[in-house]
């Protein structure tokens, strides 16, 4: 049985010659971004027979990295294994091009959903390129440097080290106070790069500052893995013309010195869907993208239907449709109704973009096409407006946990009840799962609602009540599968 540890700095150790040794280009499985981005997913770290694997969560539930090692063909044995047994859905996360398609020609491995959201796809440029920024193409480059050396001098790049901690930390608080309205991602990611610098010695990793006039004005964090540099941190006060490229160029020059050699690619990660360093980050010349997919092996939304019509008392239940945009971007806002759904999305820290109505519709449909819900629009005629919604997801071989909203003004007619059981219906005859639902311990109208679609009671937490189908497995009954065995 494959016994996955907690995240900690020596199970990280221990895991560098493996991670040394990763044929992917996507920067998810190096050391630096394990380290800033655990805590978020819970991280888990197993080594069995020369070969390792991380598990972490995805939404509510656990994913795997796709084995690196001596035996990765016996590991996803291994970890068919381990889900089966432990009542958890096979997921597979940042996978790439190549290890998608040997998912897909895989005999153990199928059915299976993917998908790609292209926020999360690192950007690969050319390292000897970066060293330089020759030729026409990087012009504007050139001239920022060339303005930044006029009115600074030549840059004063050099390596960092743990007695310049009081010196990071300095500037990381004044970049946070130049980035004060900045993203919730942006925020936490300026935190936690400074606990990142502390562990730099111990990981492998390097981190480079360029100063102005003796005060650190520019901070990068990097690693090393194969052929490719991995540029974790990369951040700069504005105040000082043409500091990013004068900073970044010159970080790769340390590296390259450091190393003795060029390197082949620099992984500058993705643009998290930031329009601004979307733009910033192709006028660098990017010689490829590593798109990451997430993959759900033997999902029951695979048998979901493109077309869905269900009727049942008052509504009718559909597919997501593109008319549906401006609703579900009301339904997604509503903090006030959103608070009984256990969602708020000024605290959602994957929504890095302007939220505008292909917000939330884009991220169900990547949810469906990756096989981790089925969504269902609640309407009052076929034809009609979307009122609210019905989600099934979280999962497994043979359940899901299905979920109802409505929007305000259609609450307290009956709207959700009916929906409710339309979609729970065609959970067990279409998909041919068992579904259990929850709600907050104080919300009698959702309780009401799947009390009276036949659903019983199985316990509480003190946060949730939980339910099941009559008959159906008592999934919440002992508490839920551990994530990773943990």
Same mark, same amino acid.
């Given at each position: 049985?494959?016994?996955?540890? #907690?995240?900690?700095?020596? *199970?990280?150790?221990?895991?560098?010659?493996?991670?040394?040794?990763?044929?992917?280009?996507?920067?998810?499985?190096?050391?630096?971004?394990?380290?800033?981005?655990?805590?978020? &997913? +819970?991280?888990?770290?197993?080594?069995?027979?020369?070969?390792?694997?991380?598990?972490?969560?995805?939404?509510?539930?656990?994913?795997?990295?796709?084995?690196?090692?001596?035996?990765?063909?016996?590991?996803?044995?291994?970890?068919?294994? @381990?889900?089966?047994?432990?009542?958890?859905?096979?997921?597979?996360?940042?996978?790439?091009?190549? !290890?998608?398609?040997?998912? =897909?020609?895989?005999? !153990?491995?199928?059915? *299976?959903?993917?998908?790609?959201?292209?926020?999360?796809?690192?950007?690969?440029?050319?390292?000897?390129?970066?060293?330089?920024?020759?030729?026409?193409?990087?012009?504007?480059?050139?001239?920022?440097?060339?303005?930044?050396?006029?009115?600074?001098?030549?840059?004063?790049?050099?390596?960092?080290?743990?007695?310049?901690?009081?010196?990071?930390?300095?500037?990381?608080?004044?970049?946070? $106070?130049?980035?004060?309205?900045?993203?919730?991602?942006?925020?936490?990611? /300026?935190?936690? &790069?400074?606990?990142?610098?502390? %562990?730099?010695?111990?990981?492998?990793?390097?981190?480079?500052?360029?100063?102005?006039?003796?005060?650190?004005?520019?901070?990068?964090?990097?690693?090393?893995?194969? +052929?490719?540099?991995?540029?974790?941190?990369?951040?700069?006060?504005?105040? @000082?013309?043409?500091?990013?490229? /004068?900073?970044?160029?010159?970080?790769?020059?340390?590296?390259?010195?450091?190393?003795?050699?060029?390197?082949?690619?620099?992984?500058?990660?993705? +643009?998290?869907?930031?329009?601004?360093?979307?733009?910033?980050?192709?006028? @660098?010349? #990017?010689?490829?993208?590593?798109?990451?997919?997430?993959?759900?092996?033997?999902?029951?939304?695979?048998?979901?239907?493109?077309? %869905?019509?269900?009727?049942?008392?008052?509504?009718?239940?559909?597919?997501?449709?593109?008319?549906?945009?401006?609703?579900?971007?009301?339904?997604?806002?509503? *903090?006030?109704?959103?608070?009984?759904?256990? @969602?708020?999305? =000024?605290?959602?820290?994957?929504? /890095?973009?302007?939220?505008?109505?292909?917000?939330?519709?884009?991220? &169900?449909?990547?949810?469906?096409?990756?096989? +981790?819900?089925?969504?269902?629009?609640?309407?009052?005629?076929?034809?009609?407006?979307?009122?609210?919604?019905?989600?099934?997801?979280?999962?497994?071989?043979?359940?899901?946990?299905?979920?109802?909203?409505?929007?305000?003004?259609?609450?307290?007619?009956?709207?959700?009840?009916?929906?409710?059981?339309?979609?729970?219906?065609?959970?067990?005859?279409?998909?041919?799962?068992?579904?259990?639902?929850?709600?907050?311990?104080?919300?009698? $109208?959702?309780?009401?609602?799947?009390?009276?679609?036949?659903? %019983?009671?199985?316990?509480?937490?003190?946060?949730?009540?939980?339910?099941?189908?009559?008959?159906?497995?008592?999934?919440?009954?002992?508490?839920?599968?551990?994530?990773?065995?943990?």
């Amino acid at each position: 049985m494959l016994d996955f540890k #907690p995240f900690s700095l020596a *199970a990280l150790r221990s895991a560098l010659p493996y991670i040394q040794k990763n044929p992917s280009r996507c920067s998810d499985l190096s050391a630096g971004y394990l380290f800033m981005w655990q805590e978020d &997913a +819970d991280a888990r770290l197993c080594v069995r027979n020369g070969t390792f694997s991380v598990c972490q969560r995805i939404g509510e539930q656990p994913a795997f990295s796709w084995p690196i090692g001596d035996d990765p063909d016996g590991m996803v044995n291994e970890l068919i294994a @381990y889900a089966k047994e432990n009542r958890l859905p096979l997921r597979f996360f940042a996978v790439d091009e190549e !290890r998608l398609a040997a998912i =897909r020609a895989d005999a !153990r491995l199928r059915p *299976a959903m993917w998908a790609c959201d292209k926020r999360w796809s690192d950007y690969l440029y050319s390292f000897e390129e970066a060293m330089t920024f020759s030729g026409k193409k990087y012009g504007g480059q050139r001239n920022h440097i060339n303005k930044f050396k006029k009115l600074y001098g030549e840059p004063d790049l050099r390596f960092l080290y743990p007695e310049d901690r009081e010196t990071v930390a300095a500037f990381l608080a004044e970049y946070a $106070a130049e980035h004060r309205d900045g993203r919730l991602l942006e925020r936490t990611e /300026t935190e936690r &790069a400074g606990l990142l610098f502390d %562990v730099c010695g111990p990981l492998g990793l390097c981190a480079a500052g360029l100063f102005v006039a003796g005060r650190l004005a520019a901070f990068s964090i990097g690693e090393v893995v194969g +052929d490719m540099l991995l540029i974790h941190v990369e951040k700069a006060l504005t105040r @000082y013309e043409g500091i990013y490229p /004068t900073a970044y160029s010159g970080f790769v020059r340390l590296i390259a010195a450091r190393e003795g050699r060029p390197l082949a690619l620099i992984n500058r990660e993705d +643009d998290a869907g930031d329009p601004g360093l979307r733009t910033s980050k192709r006028q @660098y010349h #990017p010689v490829a993208m590593a798109d990451k997919y997430l993959v759900h092996v033997g999902t029951p939304a695979v048998r979901a239907g493109e077309r %869905v019509s269900l009727s049942r008392g008052g509504v009718v239940l559909t597919e997501l449709r593109e008319g549906d945009k401006a609703a579900y971007l009301r339904l997604n806002t509503d *903090a006030e109704n959103n608070r009984w759904w256990g @969602y708020d999305y =000024r605290e959602d820290m994957n929504l /890095t973009g302007p939220v505008d109505e292909n917000t939330f519709y884009e991220s &169900a449909l990547y949810d469906m096409r990756a096989g +981790d819900s089925v969504n269902l629009a609640v309407r009052l005629s076929e034809d009609g407006e979307m009122i609210g919604e019905a989600v099934l997801w979280n999962f497994t071989p043979d359940g899901a946990e299905l979920g109802c909203r409505i929007l305000p003004e259609y609450q307290k007619k009956g709207y959700g009840r009916d929906a409710f059981g339309a979609a729970a219906e065609y959970a067990a005859r279409t998909l041919r799962v068992r579904v259990t639902a929850r709600c907050f311990e104080q919300n009698e $109208a959702s309780r009401r609602m799947i009390e009276a679609n036949g659903f %019983v009671f199985l316990r509480g937490d003190g946060t949730y009540r939980y339910f099941a189908q009559s008959g159906g497995p008592a999934a919440f009954a002992g508490g839920e599968a551990a994530l990773c065995g943990g």
